[in-house]
């Protein structure tokens, strides 16, 4: 009997059994330095906890982030002709060129903090299929789109923020978490860009319309990812995979790019055990997600704007928790005296 012919989703499948693990004596190392430090045990808080993320997944005692990079994902969806948006699909494309020229919110958070920022353009012109009366990608197109995402990461990097542009893809994200999660349209659906009353409800009818439509056919995550998600949210799919092989931790952005993290984590939970919330966003949803995921945001600024900004804010602090572990001065080097036993 012949093998059964495999289908590009498996090679998606083969690669998450490859995945790395932790390297628990980086973690251990952190841990004794930590103690050494010029401060009370615990006084950090979270920070010296992202100082141990980051340990075990770089596999280096002593962390760092000295190149950062911030990418964001661009992508247009079909959907938005069912008037789901409150701004017009062109935006699209004028954000790509606010980006080139540096004029959006992300490129001073990059400049600010010191992080590389990198733009994708997938396909931007071409919106994907209406996911209310068909696939938004078929099972080629899905997977070649997360080895595009993969690449994003080819020219190096220590830290990687993901965050995504596109109109209507908050559209995309809550069609993607009914279908994962189940519940009602209402409850994953939010006013994403300033939805009026009358939006709101057209686009909760276009999560229940994709998602009676597809029916039965999203029982496998990434079935969901083809048939409902974006190009960007493959995409930050396949980045995210790629830094789990390459030892980079992940800092993820707000409600659609918790989306393409939703989707591995369907797949397998460790699949995220590399990346963590960069914030909470204000789209309603998103903390009911991140619990699912068991990820505590580090930043609740009440954002919603995407492009990986929260993210990118998160990656500051990031940054901070490496440079504090690795140069404070120990109680030795600095001759304080330690706590009494």
Known sequence: MSDAVSSPFDDIRRLITTM???????VEAVRMRDRQLTKPAGSLGRLEWVAEWLAAWQAKPV????RPLVCVFAGSHGV??????????????????????????????CAAYGLGFKVFDLAIDMPT???????????KACVATMAFGMEAIAGGTDLLAIGEMGIGNTTIAAAIYKALYGGSAEHWVGRGTGLDDEGLKRKVAAVEAAIAHHGDNLKDPLEVLRRLGGREIAA????????????????????????AAAVLHAIHPSTLDHCIAGHLSAEGAHQDVLGRLGKIPLLALGMRLGEGSGAALAAGLVKAAAAIHRDMATFGQAGVSERLS
Request: charged fraction near 20%.
């Open 20 to 26: 790395p693990g932790p390297d628990e004596a980086a």
């Open 63 to 66: 962390p760092s982030v000295d």
């Open 80 to 109: 938005t002709a069912k008037g789901v948006s409150a701004f017009p699909s062109e935006v699209n494309r004028q954000m790509l060129e606010n980006f080139a020229a540096g004029g959006a919110a992300i490129n001073q958070i």
């Open 129 to 139: 299929g209406d996911i209310t009366e068909g696939d938004a990608m078929d099972e």
């Open 236 to 259: 930050m799919a396949g980045a995210i995979l790629a830094a789990r092989l390459q030892r980079i931790p992940v800092v993820l952005d707000g409600y659609v790019a918790t989306a």
